[in-house]
């Protein structure tokens, strides 16, 4: 086990008021492994990846849990402590390349430089190591293109080489927040088929964040549900598919265009916007939106129940 959540509560002070971005979170990313974490606009997926890291803004705060890297509970290490996890262990990735790679030097620079911090190696190897990279990631011309400046890429090969920049830090596991959600579909299913061969290649585990479910069931081995604040179901894509148990799991798949119109599927939407974290709804929090709602959902919150394969949070199991 490399990374472990476990009851992790996240709250923010606005004014007077307490927001519990994320409430009551548990789960683990393995070794090796491609987990996706999926849920709507502000259900708390990118606080729970702050708080990971420790990089939450300053009115943000861990009330209570735990996060274990390598059995080591970094939710309690002092910054630099962090920082050192931060740089060789774990590595986040952003939705905008301009925000990791810097505009005043060359890619060729920053990798090589980004690299001798990493590992021991002389400026030939690093440089190599930096041009194999580039061609990893579909650079033409690497060896060429090392001595281009960011503004002289388009975006999607921005995208890349911040990719291979964060590669080449070796981290054993990469945070993805979104990072193909401001591509068109095919630079989109590239990036993705990308991080799924390094994530082979290099040995590290990914924690793939994002809105869409297709996209997650598509890369990853295990899937985390997460509706304002909380997890409401895990299972494997299978599982997740094939049998999905939570109502808004179901909503959620049945919002996915399918390939062909023809053959349908159930249609099950979902009803409502998402309420904000602000306003939390008794009970289940899903209940307001929910089509299979009964009297008890509004009155106590169901918890999160194994079945043996999947987990689930809701009073019908
Ligand atoms: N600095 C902050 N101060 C107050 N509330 C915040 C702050 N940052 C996030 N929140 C709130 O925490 C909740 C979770 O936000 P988060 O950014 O984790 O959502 P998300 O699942 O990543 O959404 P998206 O898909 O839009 O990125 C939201 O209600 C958001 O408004
Ligand atoms: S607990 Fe009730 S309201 Fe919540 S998802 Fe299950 S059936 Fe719907
Ligand atoms: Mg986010």
């Not at 290649?201 to 869409?212: C, R």
Request: net charge positive; charged share 20%; aromatic share 6%.
């Amino acid at each position: 086990m490399m990374l472990k959540v476990k009851n992790l509560k996240t709250i923010f002070k606005v004014k007077q008021k307490i927001i519990r971005a994320v409430d009551d979170v548990s789960f683990v990313v393995p070794k090796n492994r491609f987990i996706g974490l999926v849920g709507e606009s502000g259900s708390g997926k990118s606080v729970t990846a702050l708080s990971i890291l420790n990089l939450l803004p300053n009115n943000g705060y861990i009330e209570s849990g735990s996060i274990f890297w390598d059995g080591k509970n970094i939710s309690s290490m002092n910054s630099k402590e962090i920082r050192d996890v931060r740089g060789a262990d774990i590595a986040l990735i952003f939705q905008n390349p301009l925000d990791s790679l810097n505009p005043v030097f060359t890619i060729g620079d920053q990798m090589i430089e980004t690299i001798r911090l990493h590992s021991k190696v002389d400026k030939k190897q690093a440089r190599d190591q930096t041009i194999a990279l580039l061609k990893k990631v579909n650079i033409p011309d690497p060896d060429i293109r090392l001595h281009d400046y960011p503004h002289q890429f388009s975006m999607g090969m921005c995208q890349r080489i911040m990719i291979a920049l964060t590669v080449s830090m070796k981290p054993r596991l990469l945070i993805a927040d979104e990072p193909t959600a401001s591509l068109d579909v095919t630079i989109q299913a590239q990036m993705l088929r990308l991080l799924e061969q390094l994530q082979h290649e290099y040995q590290m585990s990914i924690l793939l964040i994002s809105h869409d479910l297709g996209i997650i069931a598509q890369y990853c081995d295990y899937i985390l549900v997460m509706y304002l604040g909380r997890i409401v179901e895990k299972g494997s894509p299978e599982d997740i598919f094939s049998k999905p148990l939570h109502p808004y799991t179901q909503a959620l798949i049945s919002a996915i265009p399918v390939p062909d119109p023809k053959k349908g599927k159930p249609e099950i939407l979902l009803t409502g916007d998402m309420p904000g974290v602000a306003n939390l709804p008794s009970g289940c929090r899903f209940h307001p939106r929910c089509l299979k709602s009964m009297p008890e959902c509004s009155k106590s919150e169901p918890i999160l129940k194994s079945n043996g394969r999947s987990e689930v949070a809701c009073f019908l199991y």
